[in-house]
């Protein structure tokens, strides 16, 4: 057999519809962490706390057992700051960070219940950051594409209810933030 056709008739056979084929939605809420790069241009000392609740809404279809792809809406909370820029005082400084992902997204089931996951995509995100700089409101929007990507693990209820556990990074140009999640999964 030819490479052309062994690698078209692999591609069909990933991608042909078939009886296990299905859409899925799902929510999901856990802890995320978005690194201190973010305040670079914000502030050149002081305290930062990037920690804080994070969730994320998406929807996505399976090609199958093993492969699909995913897209969701994910908000990453809020990071917090403060401190000095070049010497002047920085107070009450916020960044909310959220954006939209589209992923490819592999699946190995490892019992009748339980599979494994992971991902790879692109993160389209935006963050605005305010704070008081010299006692007067400072607020700027950044936007950016980026990688992100993922593991996780979904147990099955039978029928079309699924609880997932996953870890995702995403980058926001200099910096990476981390969302540890757990939610419910509904295939259809």
């Given at each position: 057999?030819?490479?052309?056709?062994?690698?078209?008739?692999?591609?069909?056979?990933?991608?042909?519809?078939?009886?296990?084929?299905?859409?899925?939605?799902?929510?999901?809420?856990?802890?995320?962490?978005?690194?201190?790069?973010?305040?670079?241009?914000?502030?050149?000392?002081?305290?930062?706390?990037?920690?804080?609740?994070?969730?994320?809404?998406?929807?996505?279809?399976?090609?199958?057992?093993?492969?699909?792809?995913e897209g969701?809406?994910?908000?990453?909370?809020?990071?917090?700051?403060?401190?000095?820029?070049?010497?002047?005082p920085v107070?009450?400084?916020?960044?909310?960070?959220?954006?939209?992902?589209?992923?490819?997204?592999?699946?190995?089931?490892?019992?009748?219940?339980?599979?494994?996951?992971?991902?790879?995509?692109?993160?389209?995100?935006?963050?605005?950051?305010?704070?008081?700089?010299?006692?007067?409101?400072?607020?700027?929007?950044?936007?950016?594409?980026?990688?992100?990507?993922?593991?996780?693990?979904?147990?099955?209820?039978?029928?079309?209810?699924?609880?997932?556990?996953?870890?995702?990074?995403?980058?926001?140009?200099?910096?990476?933030?981390?969302?540890?999640?757990?939610?419910?999964?509904?295939?259809?």
């Open positions: 057999m030819k490479p052309g056709t062994a690698f078209a008739a692999c591609a069909l056979a990933l991608c042909a519809p078939s009886a296990s084929a299905q859409s899925f939605i799902g929510a999901a809420i856990g802890r995320s962490d978005i690194g201190n790069g973010v305040t670079k241009d914000l502030i050149t000392s002081g305290t930062y706390d990037g920690v804080d609740t994070g969730f994320k809404i998406y929807s996505g279809y399976l090609f199958g057992r093993h492969f699909g792809f969701a809406y994910v908000d990453l909370g809020e990071a917090r700051y403060s401190g000095t820029f070049a010497g002047v107070t009450g400084g916020k960044v909310d960070a959220s954006g939209y992902t589209i992923s490819a997204l592999l699946s190995y089931p490892v019992g009748a219940e339980l599979s494994v996951f992971g991902k790879l995509g692109l993160f389209a995100w935006e963050w605005t950051a305010s704070d008081m700089t010299a006692g007067r409101p400072f607020e700027t929007i950044e936007r950016g594409n980026d990688l992100a990507f993922g593991a996780g693990a979904a147990y099955h209820f039978g029928g079309h209810l699924a609880v997932r556990a996953e870890w995702e990074r995403f980058k926001l140009d200099d910096t990476d933030a981390d969302l540890l999640s757990v939610g419910i999964l509904w295939r259809f």
